[in-house]
């Protein structure tokens, strides 16, 4: 009988506003037969690694020494990162010096790449290896990044072959020529850089680097509907994103320039308050919804030293003009994007939890939307994936990062990854 040996796996997220970090706990990957854990590295036994990942449990603390998607104070920022990360780790009682970090869509830029190379050959074709896929891929990249970017995901689309067949993997064909169509997902090398030093600074090695809307498809999405279509809507504080997930990878992006904090600033502007108060109405009080704007109750709410009464209608109707110009921005964003095999949106963010929100947009672009679910098991109950699916997904990718490792440093895999370049080096010179 096997040994079960578990692992910790930590995501980590740090905000404009929030650090957030979360834990989960994983069976050994030497626990699993190895067929079984390649199937779910490539995603055909998701359900099984999802039934084998633990949320141990998440937590978020005010971020400082960070702003505008930028290190402002690096030890002010270092501190704050070691007091959440340690927060958890003694909630959970774990011990760990790694943690995966994901960077938000203010530091993030969604390029599409393409890129063509010759398969040189004695012959008039070439049987296509699995190394001149990677080449055309690298090649791609060099071609559309600039020497201040740094990629953080190279997401192949298709190929195509002799500038006309498409295929999703051409190795074993013959071709003269092999393109590709990648999304490439980019980041500010010297900003992440900054951030992974505060890191470092805190005490916590980092293995790698993930955006954090693509990180949080792993749990507010499962594998049957990021195979199916599903686009997936995250309402951060400043930006919304919205990616398009078909055949188990992203295959769009659009960056929309408001968030909650959008609707907070304009109750604050409207009923001449303080934006931390609005906040807190927002939170409390507010709602999109026409329904909840035809009465007249009050809440009272303090200003300097007096309370006045402040009508509900009123927070309400004060959010609209930006919640016509957000739906306005959803509308235009996924006119331009292919969803036809999209049935429905689902929602992530803290600012889809404002009440009525994700029944206006269902409404504004005809298709149901609803809020993200937690596709593992919780040790602690229920948890906001709104709020916390990005740093659980941060921790979800860091495993299955360890896996593929594991994977290709076998033994086993060793043999074979030998002989595969035998027979390629056979096809290109004989």
């Given at each position: ?320 003009p930006q919640v016509q110009r957000f739906l306005e921005y959803v509308r235009e964003a996924l006119a331009g ?27 504004a672009v005809n298709r149901p939307a609803r809020l993200a679910s ?57």
């Open positions: 009988m096997a040994i079960v040996r578990e692992k910790y796996y930590c995501g980590l997220d740090v905000g404009n506003k929030e650090i957030k970090v979360g834990i989960v706990k994983v069976k050994d990957s030497s626990w699993w037969p190895k067929a079984r854990l390649s199937q779910a590295v490539l995603g055909l036994g998701e359900s099984v690694l999802d039934r084998e990942i633990e949320l141990l449990g998440s937590d978020g603390h005010k971020t400082l020494g960070f702003s505008n998607g930028a290190v402002s104070d690096l030890g002010e920022l270092a501190d704050g990162i070691h007091a959440s990360v340690q927060t958890l780790l003694r909630k959970v009682k774990v011990k760990l010096k790694e943690v995966y970090l994901g960077v938000g869509c203010d530091l993030v830029e969604v390029r599409e790449a393409d890129a063509v190379i010759p398969l040189v050959d004695r012959s008039a074709n070439k049987i296509i290896t699995h190394r001149d896929m990677k080449k055309v891929v690298d090649q791609a990249r060099a071609l559309n990044i600039q020497i201040d970017e740094e990629v953080l995901h190279d997401l192949p689309q298709y190929y195509t072959i002799d500038g006309a067949n498409r295929a999703m993997d051409p190795s074993g064909l013959y071709g003269r020529k092999l393109g590709v169509h990648s999304l490439i997902i980019l980041a500010n090398a010297n900003r992440v850089r900054n951030i992974v030093r505060a890191v470092h600074q805190a005490g916590y090695d980092v293995p790698h680097v993930f955006f954090n809307s693509y990180a949080a498809g792993e749990i507010a999405l499962n594998a049957s509907e990021r195979a199916q279509g599903r686009i997936m809507m995250d309402i951060g504080s400043q930006v919304t994103d919205l990616l398009i997930f078909k055949d188990d990878t992203l295959k769009g992006f659009k960056k929309i320039p408001m968030g909650g904090d959008h609707f907070t600033q304009s109750i604050a502007q409207q009923l001449n308050l303080s934006f931390d108060l609005a906040e807190e109405i927002k939170k409390s009080h507010a709602s999109t919804l026409s329904t909840d704007r035809t009465h007249d109750e009050e809440i009272l709410v303090k200003k300097e030293s007096a309370y006045r009464p402040v009508r509900h209608k009123d927070i309400c109707s004060s959010m609209e994007m292919e969803t036809l095999d999209c049935p429905d949106i689902i929602m992530i963010g803290g600012g889809a939890l404002l009440t009525g929100l994700i029944e206006r947009i269902g409404q937690m596709n593992i098991h919780c040790a602690t109950g229920a948890m906001n994936t709104a709020v916390f699916s990005a740093v659980v997904g941060l921790a979800k990718k860091g495993f299955k990062q360890g896996v593929r490792y594991a994977i290709r440093s076998s033994s086993d895999n060793w043999t074979k990854n030998i002989s595969n370049r035998l027979q390629e080096l056979y096809y290109e010179y004989f």
